[in-house]
């Protein structure tokens, strides 16, 4: 079985940083994509980053230039560095990623950027 454990949430200053890191454990024989979405109160989940297996990467408008997707294939991991956080960015955030048998998501990181 496989599973996603996400870490790195929590609360920091407006124009402060955070690290989202995911890790993927169990039986996986090759991830396609990783990425990143997240969910504020009352909104839908939406898409942050994503990250082929490639290395192509493609990022919410509201982020580019702030935020940034890596991966480590070799841990199975894919990261979210998150530069000049805003309060609209206060939401959960889940690590989703893609293999060969569907799609996987993670359980969530709480980010909360005080004003």
């Known amino acids: 079985q496989v599973q996603l454990v996400e870490s790195g949430g929590g609360l920091v200053q407006v124009g402060g940083s955070l690290r989202l890191s995911c890790a993927a454990s169990?039986?996986?024989?090759?991830?396609?994509?990783m990425g990143w979405y997240r969910q504020a109160p009352g909104k839908q989940r939406e898409l942050v980053a994503v990250?082929?297996?490639?290395?192509?990467?493609n990022y919410a408008d509201s982020v580019k230039g702030r935020f940034t997707i890596s991966r480590d294939n070799a841990k199975k991991t894919v990261y979210l560095q998150m530069n000049s956080l805003k309060p609209e960015d206060t939401a959960v955030y889940y690590c989703k990623i893609g293999t060969g048998r569907g799609i996987i998501w993670g359980q969530g990181t709480q980010v909360t950027v005080s004003s």
């Open positions: 990250i082929t297996s490639g290395g192509s990467t």
């Open positions: 169990g039986s996986i024989f090759s991830i396609n994509f």
